[in-house]
């Protein structure tokens, strides 16, 4: 079964400033997605950024870019210039690629991300 | 055009009573997941439904049940409720059940006295 990790319950940051969230994942699989999820206070996920596991390039929106080491099963969030609305939860999450099975996400524990003023 | 929608938004119901918590897609999305998210943790993804059928089941019990209409709306069916199913319950839609963009609705609350 694949199990995602995030090791960070909780992280601070100035506005402003840039910040990283980590996550880590296990699978054996070679073909996936992956995604980081935003959850305000407001309780609905928001899909920041995703990751196919074949492009060994890191997806970038804006001030949201992930660090996607795919050896090292690692897909890190950074968020340059934080803004105060990006204070929420925010999760990790894995997809198989699979075309005809429907495994759903399985996500982290997530991280709640501060932005002080 | 309008955003997963969830229906009702709160709601409390008795240990051992039955609950159906509804779910529209976005227009033209044909796949639906249900999840459940305990105050704290990530969300547990329950089932995932697709062209009416049932594409894929998580580790829940058999009190959990959950269809697929011709409208692609679903609805998820709890029984006999106990106490720990008390949660946040997000419905969440995908043009394709492989779909790599997937969106939320702002979920139901259950909870369960």
């Known amino acids: 079964a694949q199990t995602v990790t995030q090791s960070q319950p909780e992280m601070s940051v100035q506005e402003a400033e840039t910040v990283t969230l980590s996550c880590t994942y296990d699978t054996s699989e070679s073909d996936y997605y992956l995604f980081w999820y935003k959850q305000p206070p407001s309780r609905q996920m928001i899909l920041v950024i995703r990751?196919?596991?074949?492009?060994?390039q890191n997806a970038t929106e804006n001030r949201f870019s992930v660090n996607f080491q795919k050896a090292a099963k690692s897909f890190s969030l950074k968020i340059s210039d934080s803004q105060l609305g990006d204070a929420a939860m925010y999760f990790c999450?894995?997809?198989?690629?699979?075309?005809?099975?429907?495994?759903?996400?399985?996500f982290g524990k997530g991280t709640h991300l501060i932005i002080q003023p | 055009d309008a955003g997963v929608t969830q229906s009702p938004t709160h709601l409390i119901k008795t240990r051992g009573q039955h609950v159906t918590l509804r779910c529209s897609p976005i227009?033209?999305?044909?796949?639906v997941s249900w999840y459940q998210q305990v105050l704290g943790q990530g969300p547990q993804f329950i089932f995932q439904?697709?062209?009416?059928?049932?594409?894929g089941r998580g580790n829940f019990p058999d009190r959990f049940s959950a269809r697929q209409f011709p409208n692609y709306s679903s609805e998820l069916n709890v029984n006999a409720l106990l106490l720990g199913d008390s949660a946040l319950y997000l419905c969440?839609?995908?043009?394709?059940?492989?779909?790599?963009?997937?969106?939320f609705g702002e979920g139901s609350w259950l909870t369960v006295v």
């Open positions: 227009s033209g999305h044909k796949s």
């Open positions: 439904y697709y062209e009416k059928e049932e594409r």
């Open positions: 990751q196919e596991a074949y492009k060994q």
């Open positions: 969440a839609s995908s043009l394709q059940i492989s779909g790599n963009t997937i969106y």
């Open positions: 999450a894995y997809r198989t690629y699979s075309g005809g099975g429907a495994d759903g996400l399985t």
